[in-house]
């Protein structure tokens, strides 16, 4: 089994500022971190590759600083590392960024044919939940997002049974590999890295691929030149004034408690009660 783990370094957003002027993400001086969601996906492909046996290649698009966080994923167990990097993919939007790691995987799959694709839900500094789904697209891949479970992989017959955490409930989905499957966050828990590993991760030969090596066959499909969103303001949240109200509940009883909050609530928002009571008797 050929698993291909796609990762971002992501700047950590517990420290992140916004430029005052510019309204610009500032990077400079913020550490960067593996997206947590794609821990995720390593940790559910690393399981595969214990039970099937196999190899993980993790692949990372970004600057030559981002080999830090791709030697981070070989230190958990992942077999191999490649990074896409080139000043021609700077800029690059969601639609140019799953252009360039689907020519990428293909070229990968050219060595070994690629079985399973797995990516996080989406990423913490862009949050659109778009560069899965664009992979699976651009290579004719079965597409299996907010994967909550593996149910069943069957290498013979070549199909893949999941579970996927859907409005109202769960659904059970079974499909063909090959597959691309995005995890859904506290799916499982990541394991620690081993002291082998970590030897390993410190003299793996870490790949770095520029746009011909990653196979681009088109270039104005790549960077600034193919991307054709436009993102007119960044700003962070305006942090609140008030503070929260305390209500003291020692001898009360849950339902007094329920009442008064919900009368305070009600009293501060006029509008509110009557708009709760139309949409329960709807």
Known sequence: MHIVVCIKQVPDSAQIRVHPVANTIMRQGVPA???????????????LKDQFGGRVTVLC?????????????VSFGATDAILVTDR???????????????????????????????TGKQTIDGDTAQVGPG?????????????????????????????????????????TLPSLITMLEGTNEMRF??????LRAG??????????????????KIGLKGSPT????????????EKADMMV??????????????QKIFTAQPTLEQETVERLSA
């Open 135 to 175: 992979i699976a697209k651009r290579l004719g891949m079965s597409l299996l997002t907010y994967v909550s479970r593996i149910v069943k992989v069957d290498l013979d017959g070549r199909r893949i049974q999941v579970e996927r955490r859907a409005e109202g409930g769960v659904q059970l989905l079974d499909t």
């Open 88 to 118: 021609a993919f700077a800029g690059a939007d969601t639609l140019a960024t799953s252009y360039a790691l689907a020519a990428a995987i293909r070229k990968i799959g050219q060595e070994q044919a690629v079985d399973l694709v797995f």
């Open 249 to 262: 509940v020692a001898d009360t009883s849950p339902n007094d408690v329920c009442l008064n909050l919900l």
């Open 230 to 241: 436009v993102v007119s303001k960044v700003f962070g949240p305006t942090p609140r004034s």
């Open 203 to 220: 003299r793996c030969p870490v790949k770095r691929w520029n746009k011909d090596d990653a196979g681009i066959e088109d270039v104005s």
């Open 193 to 198: 890295a081993t002291m082998d590993d970590m």
């Open 61 to 73: 698009m970004g600057p030559p600083q981002a080999e830090e966080a791709l030697r981070k994923c």
């Open 33 to 47: 971190i593996v997206n947590p969601y794609d821990l995720f996906a390593l940790e559910e492909a690393l399981r």
